[in-house]
């Protein structure tokens, strides 16, 4: 059965790095969309980083130049790179596939991870 199992969150001080890891059972990943989504208490979810197929990708206006996704697709992984965390980029962060998608929305993505907790003191 297919399952998204994310790793990787920890609380870390402001201006610190954390590397999420997505694995993917199931998932020829060469074949799916991939993202990563967040949510902090008392808000929606938000689409952070996107990648289609073909390896383009796009990110949210509050994460350019901090975050950086990448998949390996002989490892069925996918990544976030962050940098320089901030503050309000507290949240649980989810990784999500999809077979199609047009836009870096949760709507458009079908299968989802559980997500892992990101904490990030100033």
């Known amino acids: 059965q297919w399952q998204l199992v994310e790793s990787g969150g920890d609380l870390v001080q402001s201006g610190g790095s954390l590397r999420l890891s997505c694995e993917a059972s199931?998932?020829?990943?060469?074949?799916?969309?991939v993202g990563w989504f967040r949510q902090a208490p008392g808000k929606e979810r938000e689409g952070v980083s996107c990648?289609?197929?073909?390896?383009?990708?796009d990110y949210a206006d509050s994460v350019k130049g901090r975050f950086t996704i990448s998949k390996d697709v002989a490892k069925f992984k996918v990544y976030l790179q962050m940098n320089n965390l901030k503050p309000e980029d507290t949240a649980v962060y989810y990784c999500?596939?999809?077979?199609?998608?047009?836009?870096?929305?949760?709507?458009?993505?079908?299968?989802w991870g559980q997500g892992t907790q990101v904490t990030v003191s100033s």
């Open positions: 199931y998932f020829r990943l060469e074949y799916y969309y």
């Open positions: 990648m289609t197929i073909e390896g383009v990708t």
């Open positions: 999500a596939a999809a077979h199609r998608s047009l836009s870096c929305t949760e709507s458009e993505y079908r299968y």
